[in-house]
Each structure stands twice: as C-alpha cells, then as structure tokens.
C-alpha cells in the first residue's frame, strides 16, 4: 500500500508529512481606472485659477471610500450592485483594515457575519478562518480572483497592506471558482495602480515587540495617463507568540497599468519572505498547558514565495468585452521544529526534531467572455469561462530523536538540536479544466435572476518518491446555482438562492486509492437594504449547507472513508452604518448550528462538529471631531463574541466563550495620521482545546502607528 504521511497544518499537529496538495481553481479580476479630471474655466471679466477635480468611481475591485461598499465581484466575477447580488457578500475595506490596524487577513475579517477567527488560538504562520462553519484556510484562498491554494505545509501568506479590500462570499460558489469548500472564499483584491499622483509611508511600534515600517506610492508614468504605476513594500522585524521565535517579513509589490480607450492590460507581481514559528506547541505535561514553549530555538519556517501574473480587459464594443487573468507563484519553504516524546525527568523534557522541505509551484488562467445585450424588456449581463489550474508540490521529511532534551527551568537555553537528514520524499499534482457560463438577468421594474453551471475536469496525483509508489484519479463534476432578488424602489431587496460546490478529497482509503470529491449545496434566503441617498448598508440571511461524502477516518485504524455528511443551518445579520457625519458602526451576528449526520465513528452522529460556536457578535464603532477644538481627534472601539465551541466532535469538552475588546485612538492633521490600537485591552487568554491539543488565545497586542501621506 501507498506510504502516505501528512503534515497537519493546524496548530501544530505536524507529526507527519502527507503526499496531498491542497489545490482550488481560479477566477478572474478586473481593475478599473479612475475617471478623467474635470475643469472649469474662467468667465470673461473675471480671471481665476483653473480648478481641477478628480473623481473616482466606485467599482467592484477598486477602493472604496469608508466602511461602505456598493458593489463587488465575488459571487458574479462581474461589476455588480451588492444590492443586486442574490447572495450574501461582505466586503471589508482599506479604511476598515488602517482603523482596526489589521496585522494579518484575520485581524481584517474578524468583525464579518459568518466568519469564525481563532479557533486554534493564535497562529501567525495560517491565515485561519472559518466561513459557515467550513475552513477556509487553503481551498477557500483567493488573490485577484485567482485560487492560493496552499502546498502540504507551504501556505500562501498575505501581507494585509498590500490589499485594496477584501471581499468574502457566503456559501458554496463552485459556478465561478471550479472546487471550493461550502462554506464559501475570501478574494483579496491587490493595490493598482491609480490615476491620482501620491506618496505614502508608514512606521508601526508594537507590544509584544513589533517594529514595521511600510511605503505605498503611484501615479501616471506619462502625463496623458496611458501608464500608470504602483509600488507597495512592507519590511517587519517582530516576535512571534512562542518566546525565541520571529515574525520577520520583507514584502515588495510592483504594478503597472498600460491602457487606452479599449483596452487596459495591468502586470502584478509581488515577492514575500517570511520568518514565522513552524510550531507554536506549548509544553503539556497531563494535558495541563503551560507556557513554557517547545524549541525556542529550534523552531521556525523560512518561505519565500513569488507571484507573477497580468489582467487583460478589452472592450470590443459596447456589447462584447473578453478578459484574460494569468497568474504564476512559486514557494520554497524550510520548516524545522521540536516535538516533546511524553518522556520526563525532573525538569528536563525529551523531545525529538523534524525537518521539512518543499517547493510548490502553481500556474492559473482564466479567459472569459462578457456580453451586455437585451431581449425585448429582459437585459443580460452573460459570463462565459475557460480556466485551467495546474499546481504541484515536491517535498521531503527527516527526522531525529535523540537530541538534547529541554531544560523546563530554562526553556530558552540551546538546546543542541542537530537537524536530521531528509530520507523521506513525496509529491503531488493536480491540473483542472474549468467551462462556466453565466447569465445575469433583469427585467420587470427590480427583478434580477441569476443562473449558471460549469463543468470540472480535474486529474490528480500522489507519489510516495522514497518507495516508487504513486497513485492517480481523474474526475469531472458539475455545478451550478441559481438565484432570484426583487429590489424595490425604497432600497430594500429580498432574495433567494441556491447554489452547489464540490471538494476533490486529499485522503486515501484502505487499498491506499484516492476517494471520491465531497459535495456541496445550498438553500439562502435573505433581504437586503440600502436607503436612498444615505451611507449604510443591511444584510439578513438564514441558510441551510448540506455537504455530503467528505472523508472521515476509522476510529480505531485511522483509514478513511466517504461516508460523512454534514448539515450546517445558520441565520446573519450584518449593519454597516454611517450614523452621522463622522460616525462609523459595523455590527454582525451570527447564529450556528450543525450536525454531523453519518460518520464512521458513529459514536459523533447527532453531534456538533468542531470549531462551530453557536452564537458570534461584534460591534466596532468609530468617531471623529470634524470641528472645534478636538478637530482631527478619533476613537474606536469594538468587542467581539465567541460563544463556547466544542473542542472534539464527540462533544465531551466544550470550549469558554471569548468576548476580546479593541480600542484605538486617531489624530489627523494635514498629512499626518497618528494612532494608536489596543486588540484584547483587557488581555483576556483564555487556554482552547481542539482536537486533543491546547492553544492560547491571542492576548493583548499594543500598535501605535504614524504615517504620512502627500
């Protein structure tokens, strides 16, 4: 049978290597411009100076000014109204991210309906999140449209100040984006290049120790606007939460932007290393956690990671406009860690060290088609697609067990660990054709219909390089959704949808043979609502997901099976807010319930699956003084609520709630913005347990930030 070992991504279950590659398929994203400058000339009797204005309209993947979004291209790949979308779609903006001093993607998307962060305590190496109960951490990863589906332990990492906005789809969304996870995606949308000539630079001191430094600046390259640029770097030097270990980054991204009145071609590369814990393992001792780390110094993953790739848009007329997006990525990441063996003795603790290589190479393309066209009173808004994503990933294991223990009393102490010898190689591929089509339709005086399917070609591949052993499987699946939202004349717009994803599965069964993709459906109704004329934005939505064949392993000999089916139904609020000139509020609530409906350890049917709180909140508001004396001056503040989850999907030990506090302090004058931000002020840690390992939740974090824009 096929030796397969498997690295477990997840807060330091990596005990074993596996031969899976985690991929998804790719989508599309588009950047637009800003329009002209407008001028205003001179009466005749009296001379005044030309008064220049810019204007920049909101698209589905430009900036967007304050909390509020419009429009996105998440759930239809094409510039829509949010109000028009059957389907429920956050975004979270630049100015959310600068305000909350958002450090990672999970700091960003924190305060979403439906979305869960820090189930596994704090974690920088993964982007860790779950959306309806389903992660997202690889197959629900996406830049630009385009899938960052991770390696077996090389994980894409974002650099949050490098992104425009992000935009989050609820639910399965195979249509558009070929094999995902139920739960739904997360589109990071890059900074482009701008019309509008700027400079920015930005200086971070934190506590725990964190010292960051960034730039942002573009413009026009020629003065007629027909190139136009972007720069954006970041450079970190901070501690990561297991003492001894970094949070080290260097990130640069180019862009550059070549249009005309038909056509507008941006390149997009970006190049990031990073220095993070490949362990953040506490020690044990009885299942009792502790403080003290496992391999301070010995202890750490080294990945550098690359993206190249382009947008192409051309409109051949008003009716016909084809797209090209084209990615290619690279990683090498170096992982090495230390495991404690159980064995104690007095005060010193045996332990033995893991060394780990890989180098994961991906390359996507999507090709679409758009037509706007009408049929008597019925308008379309038709999408076809063809994509192709191919990723593999090769990667080698060693191990050691009779290095030094460590001393307890001095956990910090060298601990003379030798790096073992790789003796133990694997690989994997994966290669998936994607055909989608897509109508958008509008008729009557608000009805909007949206309908599509796509067919899925996917072949993969695991191979086992120290024994010769490979496995293959080759599927096709096919999915599509429906929806139907009415908008009335008042801003409110009730909707139903339905839609079906499908998950090509990363495990074997006993005769070491692939198992079949897991599937995915969706039943959504909701209302929507934005007041004419004001600045806030309404989403209420209730849902029931249903994946069905997702593996699931034997209790007792761990060898995997088909046979799971999981119902997951939910209900979310989310109220974007401008409640006065200066008065910002974003609030979300969401209420969770699932139930693991077959299993091979039937011991957990009936049973709430892991990492599912019943009930999450959050509240973040943010004032600033216009006028008067305290003019420039801002506060903020937010809390956020996590119901207890179940650490086991037997459901025998149940998590403490978690209610972390933010806070912040702004000053703006001129071109300076100071502030300052408190995450968890009141430094609440609370010890979680998940599937039979502890974490700590994140404790208080101080950041206090200037920057300055001309």
């Not at 192409?312 to 084809?322: K, M, Q, R, S």
């Not at 959704?481 to 908008?487: H, S």
Request: charged share 15%; glycine share 10%; proline share 5%.
């Amino acid at each position: 049978m096929l030796r397969i070992f498997r690295v477990q991504h997840i807060a330091n279950r990596q005990l074993s290597v596996s031969a899976i590659l985690a991929s998804t398929t790719c989508s599309a994203a588009l950047m637009l411009g800003a329009t002209p400058s407008l001028a205003q000339d001179t009466g005749d009797n009296v001379d005044l100076p030309t008064v220049t204005v810019q204007s920049t309209q909101e698209t589905a993947w430009g900036p967007v000014e304050g909390y509020i979004a419009t429009r996105s291209g998440a759930g239809t790949k094409t510039d829509t109204p949010i109000l028009q979308t059957p389907r429920s779609v956050s975004v979270v903006t630049r100015q959310e991210m600068d305000d909350r001093a958002a450090q990672n993607v999970v700091d960003a998307v924190s305060y979403t309906a439906g979305v869960v962060t820090g189930a596994y305590g704090y974690d920088p190496r993964f982007d860790d999140i779950y959306i309806r109960g389903f992660s997202v951490t690889s197959r629900g990863d996406y830049r630009d449209s385009l899938s960052q589906a991770s390696g077996n332990f090389a994980y894409w990492r974002t650099e949050p100040y490098g992104l425009e906005r992000i935009d989050i789809i609820k639910g399965p969304a195979g249509v558009l984006y070929g094999q995902t996870v139920p739960g739904g995606l997360i589109n990071r949308i890059s900074k482009m290049p701008v019309e509008t000539p700027f400079a920015e630079v930005e200086a971070q001191l934190g506590d725990p120790d964190w010292l960051q430094a960034a730039f942002d600046i573009g413009g026009k390259a020629k003065e007629d606007g027909s190139i136009l640029y972007r720069f954006t770097g970041v450079v970190r030097d901070a501690d990561a939460p297991a003492a001894g270990t970094k949070n080290n980054e260097i990130y640069f991204a180019p862009a550059l932007t070549f249009k005309d009145d038909s056509t507008r071609l941006t390149l997009l590369a970006n190049i990031l290393g990073t220095k993070l814990p490949a362990s953040t393992y506490f020690y044990q001792p009885n299942g009792i956690l502790t403080k003290i780390p496992v391999g301070t110094n010995y202890n750490a993953i080294i990945q550098t990671q690359e993206q190249v790739g382009y947008q192409l848009e051309h409109d051949f007329n008003d009716v016909w406009t084809a797209r090209q997006n084209l990615r290619y990525g690279h990683i090498d990441n170096h992982s090495y860690w230390l495991y404690p063996t159980g064995v104690t003795s007095g005060s010193q603790v045996n332990v033995y060290a893991a060394n780990y290589i890989e180098a994961f190479d991906t390359f996507q393309v999507d090709n679409q088609v758009q037509a706007n066209f009408k049929t008597g009173p019925v308008e379309h808004k038709v999408l076809g697609g063809l994509d192709y994503i191919w990723a593999d990933s090769n990667y080698g294991m060693g191990y050691g067990y009779n290095v030094s223990p460590i001393n307890l009393l001095d956990p910090n102490a060298d601990n003379f660990a030798v790096m073992p010898a790789i003796t133990d190689l694997y690989g994997g591929s994966m290669n998936q054709l994607g055909l989608y089509l897509q109508d958008q339709i509008s008729f009557g005086e608000g009805w909007h219909l949206n309908i599509g399917g796509r067919q899925d070609f996917v072949d993969s591949e695991q191979s086992d390089k120290t024994y010769l052993q490979n496995v293959t499987r080759t599927d096709q699946a096919f999915t599509w959704q429906a929806g139907l939202l009415y908008e009335f004349s008042n801003g409110i717009a009730p909707y139903v949808s339905y839609a079906t994803s499908f998950l090509p599965s990363l495990n074997v069964d006993a005769d070491g043979s692939l198992l079949e993709p897991s599937t995915g459906e969706q039943y959504e109704a909701g209302v929507k609502f934005q007041p004419k004329g004001g600045r806030s934005f309404f989403t209420l939505s209730a849902y029931q997901i249903k994946q069905d064949n997702y593996a699931v392993p034997d209790p007792t000999s761990y060898v995997y099976s088909p046979v799971g089916n999981i119902r997951v139904r939910g209900f979310e609020a989310e109220a974007l807010l401008e409640l006065a000139q200066g008065l910002d509020m974003t609030a979300a609530y969401t209420y969770t319930q699932g139930t693991i409906l077959s299993s091979a350890d039937t011991s957990t049917i009936g049973k709430t699956p892991v990492n599912m709180p019943e009930n999450v909140a959050s509240l973040w508001l943010k004032y600033t003084f216009l006028d008067g004396p305290m003019k420039g001056f801002g506060v903020g503040g937010g809390i956020r609520y996590y119901s207890g989850f179940w650490a086991d999907n037997n459901n025998t030990y149940k998590n403490k709630s978690q209610y972390p506090v933010d806070a912040a302090i702004y000053y703006e004058k001129d071109a300076w913005k100071l502030q300052i931000n408190a995450k968890n002020m009141f430094n609440q840690q609370e010890a979680l347990q998940n599937e039979g390992y502890w974490y700590w939740q994140q404790g208080r974090t101080v950041l206090a930030s200037a920057r300055y824009r001309w």
